[in-house]
Structures are given as structure tokens and as C-alpha cells.
T-cell receptor, first 113, second 113 residues
Framework: DAKTTQPNSMESNEEEPVHLPCNHSTISGTDYIHWYRQLPSQGPEYVIHGLTSNVNNRMASLAIAEDRKSSTLILHRATLRDAAVYYC??????????????WGAGTKLIIKP | NAGVMQNPRHLVRRRGQEARLRCSPM?????VYWYRQLPEEGLKFMVY????????ESGMPKERFSAEFPKEGPSILRIQQVVRGDSAAYFCASSPGTAYEQFFGPGTRLTVL
């Protein structure tokens, strides 16, 4: 069973920032927070991941709550190409036997032109 | 640098036939993961392989399903005596190691008539 909770869907206007929330209240100290997205009819693609500190890359930013029980994926300026299902996934430390990616249903992000 | 390749992209089989799905990982990647996705759902982990070894097959049905990743050639997911419930999208991902992000192929969409 997925260990994260995300809204089923969200809408945003093109060229505006998007904040995608994720709750993971049962996160353990060694769980990493990963985000992947899946565009229509394509395989998933990695977006970003973090452990405790906020992270930035060319695709997005990841803001992690101080207690680590929630996180937010931030798309700074959404385009129509960002319309996808976004998955928030907890991944155990690689030395842990439970290192698999456990996928929930994700959040379907709809971008309005 | 070619990404993860999967073939065929679409496969139609009649009940009772065999389905063979192929996955060529990215160059330099020795870790392969197989996932299954039903419509409107997240991915479900099936099996994790390294070259010539099955590391974790806990998500794969005990009967009719098998996977291999030979020393030479692609990884193969084999489904014997397919049933309608096997209809799904099957995704393969590769990585250079357990601790790294996974890179996904475009998937094989299996339809069982």
C-alpha cells in the first residue's frame, strides 16, 4: 500500500506556479521523498528527490516540512507540457531491504491555457 | 545516449498464448525493474533484476510470469497462458545502481482478447 496521500487532481493556469502537496505522516528517518511524473501515454520520469533539506533542480523545487510528514513539489511556471500525473513516493534507504518504489494513484495536474 | 527501450510497444494476444516483453536498459545500467500499470492506477512493482540475477520478485505472480536479464541482450518479461486480467501497460526501468533514480521506457501495452 502507498505510504503517501495526494489529492486526486489539481488545476492550474499556464505560466503560474503550481504547488503539489503530499502527506507522508508515517515516514521513517531514512525514507527519501521522491517525485516522478507520467505524461499521457508515456513512461514515468524522475522529477526530484530529497531527504530533509529543500531541493532545487531545473525541473522543480521540493519543499520538505520540518517534521518531514509532508512535502510540496513546486513547479515555478507551469506550461501545458507539465500536464501529467505526479507521484510522490517514499523510498527506503538502499541498504534497507524495502527499497522498492511504492506508487500511489498520484495527482493529475491539469493546466489551463 | 539512447534511453530505455521497450518492444513491442503494443502487443495483442489471445487467451492462452504467450507474451514476451523486451527491455533494453540505458547504456551502463545493470539494474532493471519491471512494473505493471492498470488504467487510472499507479505502477505496481513486479521484479528487480541485475545482470543474470533476480534480486527481488516479490511483486510478480508465482504462476505464469517469469523474468530474466541475461549477460548479453535485453531483459525479458514472459507471461505464459495469458488471461484477460493480464491486459495492462508494462513498464521497464533501469538504473546504474539501487540508490539512483530510475529511468523508464515507453512501456508495452498488452491486450489479451
Amino acid at each position: 500500500d502507498a505510504k503517501t496521500t495526494q489529492p486526486n487532481s489539481m488545476e492550474s493556469n499556464e505560466e503560474e506556479p503550481v504547488h503539489l502537496p503530499c502527506n507522508h505522516s508515517t515516514i521513517s528517518g531514512t525514507d527519501y521523498i521522491h517525485w516522478y511524473r507520467q505524461l499521457p501515454s508515456q513512461g514515468p520520469e524522475y522529477v526530484i528527490h530529497g531527504l530533509t533539506s529543500n531541493v532545487n533542480n531545473r525541473m522543480a523545487s521540493l519543499a520538505i516540512a520540518e517534521d518531514r510528514k509532508s512535502s510540496t513539489l513546486i513547479l515555478h511556471r507551469a506550461t501545458l507540457r507539465d500536464a501529467a500525473v505526479y507521484y510522490c513516493i517514499l523510498r527506503a534507504h538502499p541498504m534497507d531491504s524495502n527499497y522498492q518504489l511504492i506508487w500511489g494513484a498520484g495527482t493529475k495536474l491539469i493546466i489551463k491555457p | 545516449n539512447a534511453g530505455v527501450m521497450q518492444n513491442p510497444r503494443h502487443l495483442v494476444r489471445r487467451r492462452g498464448q504467450e507474451a514476451r516483453l523486451r527491455c533494453s536498459p540505458m547504456k551502463g545500467h545493470s539494474h532493471v525493474y519491471w512494473y505493471r500499470q492498470l488504467p487510472e492506477e499507479g505502477l505496481k512493482f513486479m521484479v528487480y533484476l541485475q545482470k543474470e540475477n533476480i534480486i527481488d520478485e516479490s511483486g510478480m505472480p508465482k504462476e505464469r510470469f517469469s523474468a530474466e536479464f541475461p549477460k548479453e541482450g535485453p531483459s525479458i518479461l514472459r507471461i505464459q497462458q495469458v488471461v484477460r486480467g493480464d491486459s495492462a501497460a508494462y513498464f521497464c526501468a533501469s538504473s546504474p545502481g539501487t540508490a539512483y533514480e530510475q529511468f523508464f521506457g515507453p512501456g508495452t501495452r498488452l491486450t489479451v482478447l
